[in-house]
Nanobody, 119 residues
Framework: QVQLVESGGGLVQTGGSLRLSCAASGRPFSINTMGWYRQVPGKQRELVARISSGGSTSYADSVTGRFTISRDNAKNMVYLQMNSLKPEDTAVYYC?????????????WGQGTQVTVSS
């Protein structure tokens, strides 16, 4: 089973930047798509960005041009560089990974890291 641990959240002013990191660990596995999601109280978790094992990326419209997702397959890491942060980016950010598990795939989630953008 894959375990994910996020880091890099915190408090930042509007217009500032943060970089989130997520480390994957566990028994030998093959990770497919990795992604970042976020959730605010009372709302559903939403996709922020995702990246395939080959490096193809996609972003939510609200973060396009401001956030960049990247990954290091050798280190089993995924990153989210967040620039020009806005108060509406405030949320708990979760890392996710889809990985091969026998003949199927499974999804793993991190515990979340809080990002707070002050106005």
């Amino acid at each position: 089973q894959v375990q994910l641990v996020e880091s890099g959240g915190g408090l930042v002013q509007t217009g500032g930047s943060l970089r989130l990191s997520c480390a994957a660990s566990g028994r030998p596995f093959s990770i497919n798509t990795m992604g970042w999601y976020r959730q605010v109280p009372g709302k559903q978790r939403e996709l922020v960005a995702r990246i395939s094992s080959g490096g193809s990326t996609s972003y939510a419209d609200s973060v396009t041009g401001r956030f960049t997702i990247s990954r290091d397959n050798a280190k089993n890491m995924v990153y989210l560089q967040m620039n020009s942060l806005k108060p509406e980016d405030t949320a708990v950010y979760y890392c996710s990974a889809n990985y091969d598990y026998g003949l199927r795939t499974r999804d793993a989630w991190g515990q979340g890291t809080q990002v707070t953008v002050s106005s």
